[in-house]
C-alpha cells in the first residue's frame, strides 16, 4: 500500500481545523436553542390544557419520526419552495427565498433535539417527587415558582447525563449537514478525497477528528455527573 | 377567654365517590397544641393538608383570623405563608445547601435581605441543634437531621399555625426523640401546632388536646389524660388497647 499521510495531514487538517470551528458553532448554538426548545415543549407537554397538550405531543412524534437527514432536506429545500409558492399566490413573482446551509442546519438541529431533549425534561420533571412540590406551595410558593425555583433545576440537574450523551451525539450528527452544503468536516473530507485519492488518509484522519472532539466531552460529562451524584 | 385562630366548619372530602373527610369540625387557639391520632386511613393527614389548602374541602368552611380561606377572596399562596407544614417525608431541596433551604422561602417571598435571612436562619438552626450543618447539603445528613432542618425551613415564615403531618413515622426509633424534642421546644414557646402523629407518648406529653379520628369522622377529643386515661368511646378504647 502507498499511502501518503504527510501530504494528507499537511493539506486536509488545515481544512479540517477550520470545520471544526464550524462544527462547534453549529453544534453549540444548536444546542442551546435545543435545550430551551425542549424545556418549552415539556412544560407545555405538562399542562392541563388538553389542546396545547395534544399540538406538542403530535409535533414531537412528527419530529421523533422523520430521520433527522430528511428534516434537514425538507427544511434547506423544500421549506423555501413552499414560502415562495405561497408569497407567489400572493402576488409577490419575485420572491426567491433561500436559507443559508448553516441557519438551515442550526434549525434542523434544533428542532430535532429539541423534540428528543423534551421527553428527556419531561420525564424528569414527572420523576421529581410531589413532596417537593407540596413543601415549595406549603412555604407560600405559588405553582410557577414552585415549577421554575425547585422542580425545573432538580429536574435539570437530573438530565445532565443524558443531555451530555445528546451534546456529543449531536457533534457527530453535524455530519449530516454536508448533504445540506455546510463545509463542515465531512464535506471537506469528501472534497479533499475526492481531489487527491487519498481516501483511506482523509477518512482515517476525518474519523480521528470527531474521536479528538467527542472523547474529551464524554470524560467531562462523567465528572460533572459522579458531582452530581453527592447531591442524592 | 383565648383566642382563636382557626375555625373549622363541618368539612368534608371526598375523591369520586369516596368520602374520607366527613363532617369535620374544631377550633383552635392560639398557642394550643393539639394532636391527632388514630388508624391510618382514618383522614387525619387528608384532614391536615386539607388546612393549608393542599387538598380542597368538598363541603365546609375553613376561618383563619376571621376570613374564610375558601371563598376563593383570598391569595392561597398568601395564606398558606402563615401555616408553616412538616411532611413525613422532609422533602428538603436536594440542590441547595442547609442554610439556603432555610432562606429561600423568607428572601424569595419576603424579599428579605440576605445576611438577615441567614442570620435568621443561623438562629433557627441553633434552635434545632444543626448549626454546624448550615454549609452541607441535605444528602449527607441523617433523617432525623433532615426532619429539624425541614422544621426550621417552616419556621423561617414566621408561621402563626404549624402543621406536622406524622414527622416521626419516616425515622429510625433512635432518630425519633430528637426530632421530638424540638417539637416540644416549640411547643414551650407557645407555637400553635397540629400534630398528626403515632406517638402516643409525645401526644400524652405535649397535647393540650388530643383527637382521635377513625373512618373520616373525629370520634372523640378532650384532654391527653380524658382520651388516654379514660376513653369514652368505644371506638377509642380499641384503638389504645391496640397501639399502648
Redesign the interface.
Known amino acids: 500500500m502507498n499511502l501518503n499521510w504527510t501530504d494528507a495531514f499537511n493539506n486536509l487538517v488545515p481544512s479540517l481545523l477550520q470545520g471544526v470551528v464550524v462544527v462547534l458553532q453549529t453544534t453549540i448554538s444548536s444546542f442551546l436553542i435545543a435545550v430551551v426548545v425542549g424545556l418549552l415543549v415539556a412544560i407545555c407537554r405538562l399542562t392541563q390544557l388538553k389542546i396545547v397538550k395534544g399540538f406538542f405531543a403530535t409535533l414531537v412524534e412528527i419530529v421523533r419520526g422523520t430521520p433527522l437527514l430528511v428534516q434537514l432536506f425538507y427544511i434547506y429545500y423544500v421549506v423555501p419552495l413552499i414560502l415562495d409558492n405561497i408569497l407567489k399566490s400572493m402576488g409577490n413573482s419575485s420572491a426567491n427565498i433561500q436559507f443559508s446551509a448553516v441557519a438551515a442546519g442550526i434549525a434542523g438541529l434544533s428542532i430535532n433535539y429539541g423534540a428528543y431533549i423534551s421527553e428527556v425534561f419531561r420525564s424528569a420533571i414527572l420523576s421529581i417527587d410531589d413532596g417537593q412540590k407540596e413543601s415549595g406551595l406549603a412555604l407560600g410558593f405559588t405553582y410557577y415558582q414552585v415549577l421554575w425555583k425547585i422542580i425545573i433545576p432538580q429536574a435539570f440537574a437530573n438530565s445532565i447525563p443524558v443531555l451530555g450523551n445528546y451534546l456529543v451525539m449531536m457533534i457527530k450528527d453535524t455530519s449530516l449537514l454536508a448533504i445540506i452544503s455546510v463545509s463542515e468536516l465531512l464535506l471537506r473530507t469528501q472534497t479533499y478525497a475526492s481531489q487527491t485519492f487519498e481516501t483511506i488518509e482523509s477518512y482515517t484522519i476525518l474519523a480521528g477528528v470527531y474521536l479528538l472532539l467527542s472523547l474529551p466531552l464524554s470524560q467531562l460529562m462523567k465528572l460533572l455527573e459522579k458531582k452530581m451524584k453527592v447531591l442524592h | 377567654m383565648e383566642e382563636i385562630m382557626m375555625s373549622v366548619k363541618s368539612i368534608s372530602k371526598s375523591y369520586g365517590s369516596n368520602l374520607v373527610l366527613k363532617d369535620v369540625s374544631m377550633d383552635i387557639k392560639k398557642g394550643e397544641v393539639v394532636c391527632i391520632i388514630g388508624p391510618s386511613g382514618s383522614g387525619k393527614s387528608t384532614f391536615l393538608r386539607c388546612l393549608?389548602l393542599?387538598e380542597i374541602p368538598t363541603a365546609g368552611d375553613i376561618i383563619f383570623q376571621d376570613q374564610s380561606i375558601l371563598n376563593g377572596k383570598i391569595k392561597v399562596?398568601?395564606y398558606?405563608?402563615n401555616?408553616?407544614?412538616v411532611?413525613q417525608?422532609y422533602?428538603?431541596?436536594?440542590?441547595k445547601k442547609v442554610i439556603d433551604n432555610i432562606t429561600?422561602?423568607p428572601r424569595?417571598?419576603n424579599k428579605k435581605k440576605k445576611e438577615l435571612a441567614e442570620k435568621e436562619a443561623c438562629e433557627l438552626l441553633d434552635k434545632v441543634g444543626l448549626l454546624e450543618k448550615k454549609d452541607v447539603?441535605p444528602?449527607s445528613l441523617s433523617g432525623g437531621q433532615k426532619q429539624r432542618v425541614?422544621i426550621a425551613?417552616?419556621l423561617a415564615?414566621d408561621p402563626e399555625l404549624l402543621l406536622f403531618d406524622e414527622p416521626t413515622s419516616a425515622l429510625d426509633p433512635e432518630l425519633v426523640g430528637e426530632v421530638l424534642k424540638v417539637i416540644k421546644k416549640l411547643a414551650n414557646d407557645g407555637m400553635t401546632m397540629i400534630v398528626v402523629t403515632h406517638e402516643m407518648g409525645f401526644a400524652r406529653d405535649v397535647a393540650d388536646r388530643v383527637i382521635f379520628m377513625e373512618g373520616g369522622y373525629i370520634v372523640e377529643q378532650g384532654t391527653p389524660k380524658e382520651i388516654f386515661e379514660n376513653p369514652q368511646n368505644l371506638r377509642t378504647q380499641e384503638f389504645l388497647a391496640r397501639i399502648l
Open positions: 393549608n393542599l399562596n398568601k398558606r405563608q401555616v408553616g407544614m411532611f417525608g422533602y428538603l431541596f436536594n440542590l429561600m422561602a424569595s417571598l447539603y444528602s425541614a425551613r417552616a415564615m
